[in-house]
């Protein structure tokens, strides 16, 4: 594979490096993680594969429906743990600091048949939400991580891109599959590598040079 210099933007002619025959089996030369203007993070590894990037610190969200005596309960499931910290309007819940409590039964009128006037958790780990409007709708938010599978091209390289909805916090993490982990705001801002369609890297002036 051959590593070329690309400087298109600033008007100077490209420039042929030597062959370097490891690049076959890994990202281009001095290629390091960096994300660019738009916040999309580029990660390299074996051309033509596919990496697994845990990334962390994602924000989500979930609708609840209270009962009618204004519980709404926050549960996991089999595959998906439920959420041990979680905002629900501006009030942030930490589910290990609730107490545990028996869940009273909900009469149609609208009556606990015992009262609970603080947040608290049941013995499976369900978060019961108290005071909440009677029937209504809630959303919940709260961190969460994923697995994104990113597709590396011929060169050795691909991108997660940021959200314009739900952009990544500093906070945000990234851990590549064999790798460390890196917060979004300690990734370095370049500009990103070109690959052409034949495997051929190129590198453009870093932003602001």
Known sequence: MKLRQFAALSGLSMIAAPMVAS??????SG?????????????????????SVTVGGLTKTKNLKANA???????????????TSFTIGANTINASTLP???????????VLEEARTSNFKTSDGTVVVVGQTANSSI????LASAIKKVKLNAC??????????KPFASTTTFMPAGGSTLSY???STK???LCSKDGVTYQPQSLGS
Do not use: R, W
């Open 185 to 187: 705001s300690s990734i």
């Open 139 to 142: 959303v919940m938010s709260y």
């Open 69 to 83: 005596c204004g519980l709404a309960l926050v549960k996991g499931s089999t595959t998906t743990p439920a959420p």
């Open 31 to 51: 290629f390091s993680t960096h994300k660019d203007s738009k916040g999309a993070v580029y990660f390299g590894g074996s051309p033509s594969s596919e990496l």
């Open 191 to 193: 500009a990103p590598y």
């Open 23 to 28: 690049l076959a089996m890994a990202a281009p």
């Open 156 to 165: 050795g390289f691909g991108k997660i891109s940021n959200s314009t909805t």
């Open 100 to 110: 545990t409590q028996i869940l009273p039964k909900c009469s149609t009128a609208g």
